[in-house]
């Protein structure tokens, strides 16, 4: 069988996970140890990420034309391919916050939701947050004035109802 019928397959599978993807990230792994590496996959795979290590020359190939092609020239050296179909800031997310702790970690560069960034757009990216964060905020701030007015209507109505019920005796008398 000729090398490029047993590097088709491999090429067909990056194509696949990158078809549907809102974000890629390219990272150097070079002297991670296997006990890092173990626990970054973890993490990924906790945020849905797929995380592979893959040939340059295979990546190459399944980026041409498309969205990703803008990463090629990151390609050098030693890569993994992070890739997120459902949230566009989680590999950005975790593979910021895991390379602190691990500096032998290296972004390289990503592609989120159709934009290049390099290593230092990545890290800006890593900032925002999830988008189930935001929407969590974004309720936490509408349900805020509402829960307000809600105590205020409360309390008038408390007030209103001691001096009513401190004036009903006096009427009596």
């Known amino acids: 069988m ?29 002297g991670l140890t296997v006990a890092e590496d173990t626990e970054l996959r973890k993490q990924l795979r906790e945020a849905g990420v797929t995380y592979k290590v893959y040939k340059n020359t295979l990546m190459n190939f399944a980026f041409k034309n498309t969205e990703f092609e803008s990463l090629a020239p990151v390609l050098e050296g030693p890569s993994a391919i992070a890739i997120s179909t459902t949230d566009a800031t989680a590999p ?11 500096p032998a970690l290296e972004i390289k560069a990503g592609v989120v ?21 935001l929407l969590s905020k974004f309720l936490g701030s509408i349900q805020s004035p509402i829960s307000n007015f809600a105590r205020v209507l409360k309390q008038i109505a408390e007030k209103d109802g001691s001096s009513e019920a401190a004036a009903e005796p006096a009427a009596e008398a």
Do not use: C, W
Request: aromatic letters at 6%.
């Open 2 to 30: 000729a090398k490029v019928e047993l590097k088709q397959p491999i090429v067909q599978e990056i194509s696949e996970h990158v078809k549907d993807a809102q974000s890629v990230v390219i990272v150097d792994y070079r």
């Open 92 to 102: 950005a997310r975790v593979l910021s916050k895991f390379a602190k702790n691990a």
């Open 113 to 133: 939701e159709g934009t290049f960034y390099d290593a230092d757009g990545m890290k800006a990216i890593a900032a925002v947050p999830s988008r189930e964060e």
